[in-house]
Nanobody, 115 residues
Framework: QVQLVESGGGLVQPGGSLRLSCTAS????????MSWYRQAPEKERELVAG???????RYADSVKGRFTISRDNTKNTVYLRMNNLNPEDTAVYYC?????????WGQGTQVTVSS
């Protein structure tokens, strides 16, 4: 059974930091591209960051220099370190694992940036 379980979300003040984690099971994690997406209220889900099996990363322009994606294949876990958060980062953050035409999604974790 495939599972992607996110954790680490919460309420943080502007300028603060959070680290999201996503632990996977049920598929060959180290072969998959792992990504973080987010969806704000009344907006479409958007790609935040992705990391391939060889560690190549990519980021949305809005988070470059603030967010860092990483993975630990020994723990089947992908991380998203988020620094200098602002209210525009408020969203539900989703973890996604993909290879070819196969995709798996986590249930999401809420991140709220507010004073």
């Amino acid at each position: 059974q495939v599972q992607l379980v996110e954790s680490g979300g919460g309420l943080v003040q502007p300028g603060g930091s959070l680290r999201l984690s996503c632990t996977a099971s049920g598929f060959t994690f180290n072969s998959y591209v792992m990504s973080w997406y987010r969806q704000a209220p009344e907006k479409e889900r958007e790609l935040v960051a992705g990391i391939s099996f060889d560690g190549t990363t990519r980021y949305a322009d809005s988070v470059k220099g603030r967010f860092t994606i990483s993975r630990d294949n020994t723990k089947n876990t992908v991380y998203l370190r988020m620094n200098n958060l602002n209210p525009e980062d408020t969203a539900v953050y989703y973890c996604k694992g993909g290879i070819g035409n196969i995709f798996y999604w986590g249930q999401g974790t809420q991140v709220t940036v507010s004073s």
